[in-house]
């Protein structure tokens, strides 16, 4: 297959709207950031890679709970938001395609991958480095587009990968790869990791005031997204 998402940083061109919409927006602040927080659990005392951190959402909630974040994004201007809300974090322009060569092994605690793993041509690679910085009692928690909704808008071979253009409601042009559970369960495997706990979240009670319609539609239809917390599989060697 020759499909690319390539390396261009698509979030880079509305990146401080995007902000603006995920800050307290139905599918981010309601759905996606509750479950992933969930999976990760207690980071007091953590040291947390978040990779594809976008505008420090996410490493924000997690230094108010006593985390050490260490954030990277292929967006200057996600990387420079990021920055400017989460000061004590450490931010930096990379792409998850190369090597994370500046961590050593095993010096994370937890990694989180929110909503990014679509936009990765190089998926056995990333999630390979992941395990790499990860320490054996660590964890990797992960969100998707859930491949049943991305099935049932695009339609097509769902159990083959490929990539789709689409227009975002916000006038937002992604490109990126739609592929089953069933790929995304092998390339973690693959990559050395066991899968302990898969979510299909609701949103949040709260989220029923925001869009009754969509808040009920979730909570019925998997047509959102998932998240899975995989952790190193004891049963391999340990890396480094």
């Not at 938001?81 to 994370?108: C, I, K, T, Y």
Request: glycine share 8%; charged share 30%.
């Amino acid at each position: 297959m020759t499909e690319q998402v390539g390396t261009d940083p698509q979030y880079d061109d509305f990146a401080d709207e995007y902000l603006d919409h995920a800050r307290d927006g139905f599918y981010n602040a309601h759905y996606d950031r509750p479950a992933c927080l969930d999976l990760l659990g207690d980071v007091s005392g953590r040291r947390v890679l978040d990779a594809a951190c976008g505008p420090g959402l996410y490493a924000h909630e997690l230094v108010e709970r006593g985390a050490t974040v260490t954030g990277v994004d292929i967006s200057p201007r996600m990387i420079e938001l990021a920055s400017e809300r989460v000061p004590s974090g450490e931010f930096r322009v990379h792409d998850l395609g190369e090597p994370l060569d500046w961590l050593p092994d095993s010096s994370m605690d937890l990694v989180l991958l929110a909503l990014a793993l679509e936009y990765l041509d190089n998926r056995m690679g990333a999630l390979r480095e992941l395990r790499r910085v990860l320490r054996p009692d660590g964890a990797l928690v992960l969100s998707r587009m859930h491949p049943t909704g991305d099935w049932l808008r695009h339609g097509g071979d769902y159990f083959t990968p490929r990539v789709i253009d689409e227009v975002w409601s916000k006038g937002w042009r992604v490109r990126h790869w739609v592929s089953p559970l069933e790929r995304t369960c092998e390339e973690l495997h693959d990559a050395g990791f066991l899968v302990e706990r898969l979510l299909e979240p609701r949103p949040t009670p709260e989220a029923a005031a925001l869009d009754p319609g969509r808040y009920e539609r979730l909570t019925r239809e998997p047509t959102g997204f998932l998240a899975i917390r995989a952790v190193p599989d004891p049963r391999l060697p340990e890396q480094g």
